[in-house]
């Protein structure tokens, strides 16, 4: 079904919002994939904060003209889903995700920060930790540390009152053994 005039400068407005918005931009070709598993891959997308559409490739185009993702207009041809997202890995993740799973899905071209990506760039970038991944590792790493100068001085003062000068070394040399 067409759309009429006002329809498309309609998804135009609501692609180049979400365009706006976005870190990144993966292109990819989905010939062939059954319906269930495109609604399974749009859950999936929603639930990580990844805007999934499928896109007449003159009106994508006319929704990243004008942005850092310009770049990404030679790269649309055919029948192809857009990825988008404010987390610049999110996009790359998810569809690179259902990739593996669903040989149809072929991942064509990305674009992040204004320049264009390759099929290896955007295998790479999906592989890449979130950042909510890369904070719960930092906070991991500084709570392991807190913790251990609490345990020292935990131990520090048990062996204080224990008056056993011994059982502070030991610990020390378990701890330093256990890093």
Do not use: W
């Not at 062939?32 to 929603?46: P, Y």
């Not at 998810?94 to 991942?107: E, L, P, R, S």
């Amino acid at each position: 079904m067409s759309l009429n005039l006002q329809e498309k400068q309609n998804v135009v407005a609501e692609v180049s919002a979400q365009v706006a918005q976005s870190q990144t931009i993966v292109l990819a070709e989905y010939r062939g994939i059954k319906v269930a598993d495109i609604t399974k891959l749009r859950a999936d997308a929603r639930n990580a904060g990844v805007y999934l559409h499928v896109l007449k490739n003159t009106l994508a185009r006319r929704a990243v003209q004008g942005t850092p993702f310009e770049s990404l207009a030679v790269s649309m041809v055919g029948p192809l889903v857009y990825s988008m997202s404010s987390d610049a890995v999110a996009a790359a993740k998810v569809v690179c995700d259902f990739a593996k799973t669903n040989n149809k899905m072929v991942v064509v071209a990305g674009s992040m920060a204004g320049s264009l990506m390759s099929v290896e760039q955007i295998g790479v970038l999906a592989a890449t930790p979130s950042r909510d991944e890369l904070i719960a590792t930092l906070m991991a790493t500084m709570n392991a540390m807190t913790a251990k100068f609490v345990r020292t001085l935990a131990a520090i003062r048990d062996a204080n009152s224990a008056g056993a000068e011994q059982a502070v070394a030991e610990i020390v040399v378990a701890e330093t053994a256990a890093e």
